[in-house]
């Protein structure tokens, strides 16, 4: 169990900023349950809950997502329910029990780049952009290739709206961690394959994505794409499966995942 020696609930976002920055101890908080698994001791906990980050809002051809937003909100929300065949619905719902996820936040996945995230990689396909408060807006790919965590507040995720979507995981059990995970997406930009829990950070298949959008889509091509993938991606092994079985089955996965969105 985490601990810490204040709390302070923030009034504003640069309130917030700037206690952060004033002990490399202190923190932001988030839904806190997987700061609950650590046994580390804190200097200030940071409270954003009166900032009123928690929406998924249209505005013109982007949602947004504010940190605060659980992934319960994403399950049962009509904006993430219709945008990209409702992936962002899917690949939360499997997540442990509705008590979990009502208490997950969107932020602290997201700026905490967990290498066993399900929504994580589905926002990578989706092609999202992390606003900070200090950093402004980066694309999630660059965010995830940066080492460490930056010092800076995660306020929203944006996607765009148009496109198509498919998530495909596999458990042990219905509401275990994945033992690995695709998602692809397919929009007027052509098509982007994320593969997470690898059980790394989650990462594009930039060989897969060529090949894909480079060819007439046949069975073939799809078989060539999904080699590809499993050829470029770097997968180990923990105490949910080895390399050698996420990379066999992360190529069928995928393959479905393709021939989900064509």
């Known amino acids: 169990m985490f601990s810490f020696k204040n709390y302070l609930a923030v009034t504003s976002l640069e309130e917030a900023y700037n206690e952060l ?26 409270d954003l809950s009166n900032l009123s980050l928690n929406y998924i809002r249209e505005e013109g ?72 408060y200090n950093g402004g807006e980066i694309s999630l790919e660059d965010y995830l290739k940066e080492e460490g965590l930056r010092r800076d507040i995660l306020v929203e995720v944006k996607v765009k709206k148009s496109g198509r979507g498919a998530f495909q995981s596999i458990r042990k059990s219905k509401t275990d961690y994945a033992i690995t995970n695709t998602c692809v997406t397919k929009t ?24 894909l959008n480079n060819n007439e889509i046949t069975d073939e091509i799809i078989d060539k794409a999904c080699e590809a993938m499993s050829e470029e ?30």
């Open 233 to 262: 991606v770097t997968f180990g092994s923990n105490m949910r499966g080895t390399g050698e079985y996420r990379r066999a089955v992360s190529k069928n996965l995928l393959k479905r995942a393709i021939k989900e969105v064509l």
């Open 21 to 46: 920055l004033k002990n490399k101890k202190n923190i932001i908080l988030g839904g806190t349950s997987y700061l609950r698994m650590g046994n580390v001791a804190y200097n200030t906990a940071i």
């Open 61 to 132: 051809e982007y949602v947004h997502i504010g940190a605060i937003t659980s992934f319960r909100d994403l399950e049962t929300n009509k904006i993430t329910q219709n945008i990209f065949d409702g992936i962002l619905d899917k690949c939360v719902r499997g997540i442990i029990g509705v008590q979990f996820r009502t208490n997950v936040t969107v932020g602290a996945t997201v700026f905490s780049k967990y290498g066993f995230s399900d929504l994580i990689p589905t926002l990578l396909a989706m092609g999202a952009i992390v606003v900070l």
């Open 188 to 211: 007027e930009a052509g098509i982007r394959v994320a593969i997470g829990v690898r059980p790394r950070k989650a990462v594009l298949s930039y060989k897969a994505m060529e090949i």
